[in-house]
C-alpha cells in the first residue's frame, strides 16, 4: 500500500508544508507487479516506411544464453515475496549486469523497494532502469514519487521540476501503453492505473509544494480515481489541498475519511490537522 512511510524522508517532509504540519508519504505498490510491468504493454509507435529498395526483414536478434535466460525467468517470475524476488534479482544483475533483462528486473527491484518503504534503494533502481530504457513505464513513476518526496519545499526548483518531468513522462507513455499479449485486461488495467496514480499522486505533491493548490487538487483527485481503494496518504494529501484552495468542507469530510486509516505519527498528524480546519469552518 502506498501509505508506506518513506524512511530516509519523514524529517524532511514534516516541516514542507506551510498549509499544515502534515507530512505525506505516499509510497509503495503490491508486489509482484515490477516482474510484469515491461510485459504487460508496449508504447504506440509509429510505423516508419522503409525507404524504396531497402530491406523489409529487420536482422535477426541472436538467441539469449540458456544459462541468462533461466536467471532472467527466476528473476522475474511473479511472487508474493518480496525478499526473494529482491535476492532472485539481485542474483541476476549480479551475473549479467548488462544483459538483456537488466532493464526489467532494475524496474522490478524499484517496485519492491518502493512497495517495502526503501525510498533511496527504490530510487537508485530506478535510475538504472532508466539508464537503460528512459521509456520504462515501471521506472519513470518509482522515479517521480521518490523525488517528490525528497522536495525540500518551494525553493527546491530542480527537484519539483524533475517530478513534473518523471511525472508527465510517465503518464504520456502510461496512457499510450498497448496491452502484451500475455497479460490478461483486468491486470493490465490494474497495473496501468497503480503507476499512473503514482505519478498524479507526485505531481500533487510537486504541486502543493508550489503553493498550486487547483492543481494539487486535480492531480490528487485523479490518483484517488485510479487507486482501488483510494489510499489514505493520497487522500490526506487530497485533503490538504482543499484546503489550500479554500474548500473547507471537502477538506474536513477528506481528512475524516483519511485519519481513521493511517497509523502511527502519520495519523496524529492527520488528527492535528482535521482539528485545524474544523477551527476553520464557519460557525453555524
Do not use: W
Not at 67 to 78: N, S, W
Not at 159 to 164: G, P, W
Amino acid at each position: 500500500m502506498k501509505n508506506t512511510m518513506l524512511k530516509f524522508l519523514g524529517i524532511a517532509l514534516a516541516a514542507a508544508f506551510v498549509v499544515s504540519p502534515a507530512a505525506l508519504a505516499q509510497m509503495g505498490q503490491q508486489q509482484g507487479m515490477g516482474s510484469q510491468g515491461m510485459g504487460m504493454g508496449q508504447p504506440m509507435q509509429q510505423q516508419q516506411t522503409p525507404p524504396a529498395g531497402a530491406a523489409q526483414t529487420p536482422p535477426a536478434t541472436p538467441p539469449m544464453d540458456p544459462a541468462e535466460e533461466a536467471a532472467c525467468k527466476k528473476a522475474t517470475t511473479k511472487s508474493t515475496d518480496s525478499k526473494q524476488v529482491v535476492a532472485d534479482s539481485n542474483e541476476y544483475l549480479k551475473k549479467y549486469a548488462n544483459g538483456r533483462c537488466a532493464g526489467i528486473v532494475y524496474s522490478q527491484l524499484a517496485m519492491v523497494y518502493l512497495q517495502d518503504g526503501e525510498g533511496e534503494k527504490a530510487g537508485a533502481a530506478a535510475q538504472k532502469a532508466l539508464q537503460i530504457n528512459q521509456d520504462s513505464p515501471d521506472a519513470l513513476p518509482v522515479m517521480a514519487m521518490v523525488t517528490a518526496h525528497l522536495i525540500t519545499g518551494a525553493r527546491d526548483t530542480q527537484r519539483i521540476q524533475q517530478t513534473e518531468t518523471y511525472a508527465n513522462h510517465g503518464i504520456q507513455l502510461l496512457n499510450a501503453l498497448q496491452k502484451g499479449p500475455d497479460v490478461t485486461d483486468v491486470d493490465f488495467t490494474t497495473q496501468r492505473n497503480e503507476r499512473l496514480a503514482l505519478c498524479h499522486g507526485a505531481l500533487g505533491l510537486a504541486y502543493l509544494h508550489e503553493s498550486k493548490g487547483p492543481l494539487a487538487v486535480q492531480h490528487l483527485v485523479e490518483a484517488t480515481k485510479l487507486e482501488n481503494p483510494p489510499d489514505a496518504s493520497d487522500m490526506y494529501l487530497l485533503a490538504v489541498a482543499y484546503d489550500s484552495t479554500g474548500q473547507n468542507a471537502l477538506a474536513i469530510s477528506t481528512s475524516e475519511a483519511a485519519c481513521p486509516k493511517l497509523s502511527g505519527p502519520m495519523q496524529q498528524r492527520c488528527i492535528d490537522f482535521l482539528k485545524e480546519v474544523k477551527a476553520k469552518a464557519p460557525k453555524q
